[in-house]
């Protein structure tokens, strides 16, 4: 049992996002106590001075939720299940396919087993408030559920879902009322505001060395962008132009959106949107806040905080 718990644990560091969780053999949900609210479908963003994250969520089945995390450049991908116990909502997420594991050989995979990990979920509106409670729960005595220990007391529960049910019950009242915050992220422009930048493409470089080669996909409305910093180091995109207001604004996708994604109506709810100030004689880009594009649909003025952002990139288009 403890060599299968290394190998339950290592595939949580790799695949999870999300530190201070307790990976659970087991799932918390069973048949009787799946239920599914379309308000949850949507993107919602936490913010603060040290930390940005993106949950999204959409639908995969009658009962089942395809939940993207993204902080930062590192995404997560889960299948994840809302359940109720006593009333109280409850969120089980189980790893997806990750880009993490793709450079991964099958003989390593192989012997990677997937975890469950479990928060209390409380959705207001626009508004959305998670709780990852097993660890305080747990932190006074362990033994309350079955576990195995392994690498420095690392805990891997391995109750039946009968039995996490049953303790997440009889603790609730434990649970800390306040959680991580999310506010729901709104859809700032359609299909009919796209328009296709043909001059955008190519490759750019700034006096720094940075580089942006930027070439077309789909059907002449889309683009698939590198970005190689000054340390070689790549980052690849999607992405696509939209009219807001007087704004040329590049809708920017970390991944490229799944038919899930499609499906559940996000096509048109970016990571992040960026200015295009200029293009000719150099590209000028920089990075506009969702909370500025809103204002900037509400007609009101750019803040003073985006208006003294730095430069995302500027450059020369290369011969």
Request: glycine share 6%; proline share 3%.
């Amino acid at each position: 049992m403890k060599a299968n718990t290394k190998k339950i644990l290592l595939f949580c560091i790799i695949a999870t996002v999300i530190t201070g969780c307790i990976p659970s053999l087991h799932p918390l949900y069973n048949d009787q106590t799946l239920i599914f609210d379309e308000a949850l479908i949507g993107k919602w963003m936490f913010k603060d001075k040290d930390d940005v994250q993106i949950w999204q969520f959409s639908k995969a089945g009658e009962k089942e939720y395809e939940l993207r995390i993204l902080q930062g450049e590192k995404e997560g991908r889960f299948a994840a299940h809302l359940l109720e116990l006593d009333g109280k909502t409850y969120l089980d997420l189980y790893p997806a396919e990750n880009k993490t594991m793709e450079n991964l050989n099958d003989t390593y995979k192989m012997h990677l087993v997937s975890a469950h990990t479990f928060l209390k979920l409380d959705l207001n509106g626009q508004n959305l408030k998670i709780n990852w409670f097993m660890n305080k729960l747990l932190e006074n005595d362990p033994n309350q559920l079955k576990h195995e220990k392994v690498n420095d007391d690392k805990i891997i529960l391995t109750a039946s879902t009968e039995e996490l049910q049953r303790f997440v019950i009889e603790h609730s009242k434990e649970i800390d009322p306040n959680g991580t915050e999310f506010t729901k992220m709104e859809q700032f422009f359609t299909k009919e505001d796209v328009i296709f930048e043909e001059k955008l493409l190519g490759q750019w470089q700034s006096e720094e060395g940075d580089k942006i080669f930027v070439k077309n996909i789909g059907d002449n409305n889309g683009y698939e962008i590198t970005y190689a910093g000054c340390d070689e180091k790549e980052i690849k995109i999607t992405a696509i132009t939209a009219k807001i207001r007087d704004l040329t604004m590049l809708a920017v996708y970390l991944s490229e959106p799944t038919d899930n994604e499609i499906e559940s109506g996000q096509e048109y709810l970016p990571d992040a949107f960026f200015n295009i100030e200029q293009i000719e004689p150099k590209l000028v880009l920089r990075e506009v806040d969702y909370e500025d594009v809103a204002g900037i649909l509400q007609g009101c003025p750019v803040s003073k905080s985006h208006q003294e952002n730095v430069f995302f990139f500027v450059g020369s288009l290369k011969q």
